[in-house]
């Protein structure tokens, strides 16, 4: 699956994933109204508003990018419809030829780590038939239970050809609380880093690792040294744009080769329309003002990235 | 609802929570030949072999136990239907008046963590309506993201009078990876509780704090330690009987008052009828066999409590 990642980030020139973390907030009035019409105000309704309001995005933008990461959080949030919300999207994605990372931050150990990995990766055995519950095609994984809690995970994602991304620096003020706290004179987020790389040693694909690592845009330095630590994974780069992240900070996430680094945006694409620069779209054209979004993502990055 | 379950614990006289984590090996054939007949080898028919699983399991014990721990990766693996069994299990062990831990080990930041806190404990917006999604008394959290990835979920807790318990020592043999790594000498698992105790603060039922603490029972030299680091938390111990932890070890997890820590079971009660012990009863009485398992649970913790 990370072969199929590089051919499309290099296809498309643009090495961002589109976040689909559908706010309520953020979906305009008129597809709320539309879904609350037919479903009523109930949690049904809500998983129909948000599963039109990322049609649409994905609709506009499908073919500039070629990734997404749909939050499971902001789906979650409304039960079991909006979990069944988060599995059409993803299903859309993979039909429309994008690469699905599923955001679920999930992590636990043994059996339990091998129940999550069937859940978002691989598939389950149910009598005699076989089913792929969520299948996407990434998904983010929490390493703080240790190697045996990462192995199951590793397992299917060699059965499966698919990938995860591992939490090792995150991109909120507080990350340092743990992550850089100093062992033997190295921040924790390097010790980590350097698992990640052992463990996508057992997960290559031709020049990179199935295995990658989250690492925050708003920490551009602690970036740099995670590159060389992790020279073969993948880094999936969240906080661009409202987070704080700008082009100029990507940089050193990326190898020489131009690689190895794709960069997140959520609400700074999907609520374009919100924003001052894309206002003029309005929001009935909500998706127009997303690929703007996309194409301004794209060329702030490119031009970062030449510059350098 | 710290308070329900420390009356529960008092009025049961057994410091024990029940793990619902109903891999398929562990149901019956009956059960699951009944579930398939009605729904076929689909993942409805999974989600209602687990379902009728742990609704026998229930009726048997509900009356001798506290509180439930589902392990929500062994529902969610049967994708959208699964996690429509999770959240019946959680409604019915609700009504038998049991204390629900959702054992969910979710952690993210902001926004994010604020819609799995809502997700799992406290109610979300649809327009003018509001619904309370999964519902859940307790949740497990993972820290690895610092204060603002926990503060959200501290919010809901307070507003809900509802409880976390957030993973401080991992019960897996690689646990120490990163959690035993030392931090000015300390390791960290150690700053993780110190946090927890801080956390807890800011929730304080009459004597204990809403927010927990999962600590393995297969480290009980640092159960001890985390005994004094966090008075004021309830630890949930995970780990007793087929991870190798006995009664012996969890002494130290509990304070003076007898109160402080409810150690966790699954496979050991919930497929007994797989073990010797049990096996008079036939897999067609698993749910009488399961009852024993508890009997001779409290048994032991109890005479481990006596003998200290």
New interface residues.
């Given amino acids: 699956m990370i072969q199929k990642l590089i051919e499309k980030i290099k296809k498309t020139n643009a090495p961002i994933v589109v976040g689909l973390?559908p706010?309520?907030g953020y979906i305009p009035e008129h597809v709320?109204k539309k879904a609350?019409g037919e479903f009523g105000?109930?949690?049904e309704?809500?998983a129909e508003a948000i599963w039109q309001f990322n049609k649409e995005i994905v609709d506009k933008t499908y073919d500039l990018i070629p990734a997404v990461k749909p939050?499971i959080?902001?789906y979650?949030?409304?039960?079991?419809p909006?979990?069944?919300a988060f599995?059409k999207t993803v299903d859309y994605c993979k039909e429309k030829g994008l690469v699905v990372i599923g955001d679920v931050?999930?992590?636990?150990?043994?059996?339990?780590?091998a129940?999550?990995a069937?859940?978002h990766l691989g598939k389950?055995?149910?009598?005699?038939?076989e089913?792929a519950?969520?299948d996407e095609d990434f998904m983010t994984i929490?390493?703080?239970?240790?190697?045996?809690?990462v192995n199951p995970f590793l397992d299917v994602c060699r059965e499966e050809k698919k990938g995860l991304f591992i939490?090792v620096k995150?991109?909120?003020?507080?990350?340092?609380?743990?992550?850089d706290?100093?062992?033997?004179g190295r921040p924790?987020y390097e010790?980590?880093g350097e698992?990640v790389a052992q463990w996508g040693e057992q997960c290559m694909g031709d020049d990179y690792s199935y295995v990658g690592a989250v690492v925050g845009a708003t920490y551009p330095e602690m970036g740099k040294t995670l590159r060389r630590v992790m020279p073969k994974s993948y880094i999936l780069v969240p906080g661009y744009g409202a987070q704080g992240g700008q082009g100029k900070d990507l940089v050193h996430f990326f190898n020489e080769d131009g690689l190895g680094a794709i960069v997140n945006s959520s609400r700074g694409i999907i609520a374009a329309y919100k924003q001052e620069a894309y206002a003029r779209y309005g929001a009935e054209n909500f998706g127009e003002a997303s690929r703007a979004a996309v194409e301004d993502m794209v060329t702030d990055i490119s031009r970062a990235l030449a510059e350098r």
């Avoid at 979650?76 to 079991?80: D, L, P």
């Avoid at 995150?170 to 992550?179: D, K, L, M, V, Y």
């Fill in positions: 973390d706010m309520m709320q609350f105000e109930t949690l309704g809500a939050q959080a902001m979650e949030q409304f039960g079991v909006g979990l069944a599995k931050k999930r992590g636990d150990i043994g059996s339990t780590s129940a999550y069937v859940a389950v055995k149910v009598g005699s038939k089913y519950p969520f929490n390493p703080y239970l240790g190697s045996d809690g939490l995150t991109s909120n003020p507080s990350s340092g609380e743990f992550q706290q100093l062992v033997d924790l010790l980590v698992k």
